[in-house]
């Protein structure tokens, strides 16, 4: 019922920026949270940042500082600022929310398709 897609990932030198975005649609009735999470080969999937629909945030200790998530709830969209970008930064970013739909009586999660992204000289 709730598709998120994402965008925004590619090939970037280290040291430049990247700006991923994730869009929900579909029957999306509220959102109250929205986040990115990373995952590199044969490793756990991590969390990146989150934001909720009143605008507070979290960040992993290893992205602060670097990273910035925004929203733009008119949107359904999340935003994920990538700065300072490091080798180590390559790796699958999905798209989570957790939404209620219309005619559901609760929330669950949603996972875009991920978008790769790829830091290399």
């Known amino acids: 019922q709730v598709q998120l897609v994402e965008s925004g990932g590619g090939l970037v030198q280290p040291g430049g920026s990247l700006r991923l975005s994730c869009a929900a649609s579909?029957?999306?009735?509220?959102?109250?949270?929205m986040g990115w999470y990373r995952q590199h080969p044969g490793k756990q999937r991590e969390l990146v940042a989150i934001?909720?629909?009143?605008?507070?945030?979290n960040y992993a200790d290893s992205m602060q500082g670097r990273f910035t998530i925004t929203s733009d709830n008119t949107k359904n969209t999340v935003y994920l600022q990538m700065n300072s970008l490091t080798p180590e930064d390559t790796a699958v970013y999905y798209c989570?929310?957790?939404?209620?739909?219309?005619?559901?009586?609760?929330?669950?999660?949603?996972w875009g398709q991920g978008t790769q992204v790829t830091v290399s000289s």
């Open positions: 579909g029957s999306v009735f509220r959102i109250n949270a």
């Open positions: 934001i909720t629909s009143g605008g507070s945030t």
């Open positions: 989570n929310a957790h939404v209620r739909s219309f005619g559901s009586p609760s929330y669950r999660d949603y």
